[in-house]
């Protein structure tokens, strides 16, 4: 199973090399990596212990960050680095000003010893998922700490399955893990993995946190005036098909689109879709007539959990596709939130529908029906805000428990 491990990987490699020739965000991938170990000699001092921490992505970033911070705040003098798999974490977090950022080099043994080597971790600390065989064993063989947080274990997975067994070894390496919920707890106990508790989304701080204090926007505030808003976060251009059903039937209303990708065909394609007219973020300010518009377009990147503050009800993209967004940034702010059919792998989704918070759409209809009841429902909102305050404190308890077991 190793050597079809190793296969894979290098497959994987090739087709990124592949797809770079035409696709930007892998050749984002495949150069990001080329001067990887230039950038860490630069930067990072082998002699001096530093904790490291991975993330997939921007979304897992975000996940983990109230971890990261809080460990700084209490050890400031420790240096802190942070690895991306995904170009879309990396190039927006690249200046993070608290950690020495790099892409994280394909998990290769060599790779692995090399890396580890050249930041001289005194632990590891991966978020929600991402297991890398060699980077694992190589923490496990030095004796270095290695905590998987917010972690979330479905039942299909590979590590419960009859052929597994590789990937078991995979997680055997991992010291302590902080799980989600009850069945990723009794999933891993079932393999034989005891070390673990249940400790909750560390999301629920962070988002909770970014509601207590949210940077203000005049210029969205000016846009919306007092107009009643639908705020479309990270979405997709199935999500954006949809929803273009709704300007016309509401003109009292203000939506404000702030699409996941934000080149400028996809830019280009939203507002062919919402033929009424829109403006772009990038534009309003010069052109102040625009804030008659009934669409904002959001052609950047950052602003979309700001954003939340400003809407009524949210709608989440990604639904229609792998997956949904994050919800939790929306109901933070007491937005109920609705989102296309792809959400089974999101706890929170499932618990924001159980408690009337949420609703799951495929249709134009659906949509409809679901936008009019939330427009109207104060109790969706008061639920929607509760939950995430009721969710929140997974990072006290993950920091009390790291920190009492190996001192930073």
Same mark, same amino acid.
């Given at each position: 199973m190793l050597l079809l491990y190793i296969i894979g990987i290098r497959v994987y490699t090739l087709l990124i090399r592949i797809f770079s020739l035409f696709n930007p965000k892998a050749k984002l991938f495949i150069n990001g990596r080329k001067n990887s170990y230039t950038q860490i000699v630069q930067k990072i001092n082998p002699n001096e212990k530093h904790i490291w921490f991975h993330f997939a992505s921007l979304g897992e970033f975000e996940q983990g960050r109230p971890v990261l911070e809080k460990l700084k705040s209490l050890y400031p003098a420790k240096k802190i680095v942070v690895t991306f798999f995904s170009p879309s974490g990396y190039e927006i977090r690249k200046n993070y000003?608290?950690?020495?950022?790099?892409?994280?080099?394909?998990?290769?043994?060599?790779?692995? =010893?090399?890396? *580890? @080597?050249?930041?001289?971790?005194?632990?590891?600390?991966?978020?929600?998922? /991402?297991?890398?065989?060699?980077?694992f064993k190589e923490l496990k063989d030095k004796g270095i700490p290695l905590y998987v947080i917010s972690g979330i274990f479905r039942e299909n997975q590979a590590f419960f399955k009859w052929y597994g067994g590789f990937y078991r070894n995979i997680l055997k390496s991992v010291t302590y893990f902080f799980v989600q919920n009850e069945e990723s707890k009794n999933l891993l106990k079932s393999i034989g993995l005891n070390n673990v508790t249940i400790n909750g989304d560390t999301r629920f701080d962070r988002v909770y946190e970014n509601a207590q204090s949210p940077k203000q926007l005049s210029l969205i505030e000016s846009f919306i005036g007092n107009s009643p808003t639908l705020v479309c976060g990270s979405t997709w251009p199935e999500d954006e098909k949809i929803l273009s059903a709704l300007p016309?039937?509401?003109?009292?209303? =203000?939506?404000? *689109? @702030?699409?996941?990708?934000?080149?400028?065909?996809?830019?280009?394609?939203? /507002?062919?879709?919402?033929?009424?007219?829109?403006?772009?973020?990038?534009?309003?300010?010069?052109?102040?007539?625009?804030?008659?518009?009934?669409?904002?377009?959001?052609?950047?990147i950052g602003m979309l959990s700001s954003l939340y503050q400003y809407g009524n009800v949210a709608y989440i993209g990604g639904g229609f596709g792998t997956g949904i967004h994050n919800t939790l940034e929306a109901a933070a702010f007491g937005l109920p939130v609705i989102f296309g059919p792809k959400y089974d792998k999101f706890q929170e989704a499932k618990d924001l529908i159980a408690i009337g918070a949420a609703k799951s759409i495929s249709s134009v209809e659906e949509l409809i029906g679901a936008f009019e009841d939330f427009a109207k429902n104060e109790d969706a909102a008061a639920q929607a805000k509760r939950y995430v305050a009721d969710k929140k404190g997974a990072t006290h308890q993950i920091i009390s428990m790291i920190t009492k077991s190996d001192q930073p």
């Open positions: 000003a608290l950690a020495d950022v790099f892409y994280l080099p394909i998990d290769t043994a060599a790779n692995a =010893k090399r890396f *580890i @080597a050249s930041i001289n971790p005194e632990m590891a600390i991966f978020t929600k998922y /991402e297991f890398w065989h060699f980077y016309e039937k509401y003109p009292s209303w =203000k939506f404000i *689109i @702030a699409p996941h990708e934000i080149h400028e065909s996809h830019i280009e394609s939203i /507002e062919k879709q919402f033929s009424i007219g829109s403006v772009r973020f990038s534009v309003l300010e010069a052109q102040i007539s625009d804030l008659k518009s009934q669409i904002l377009i959001i052609d950047n």
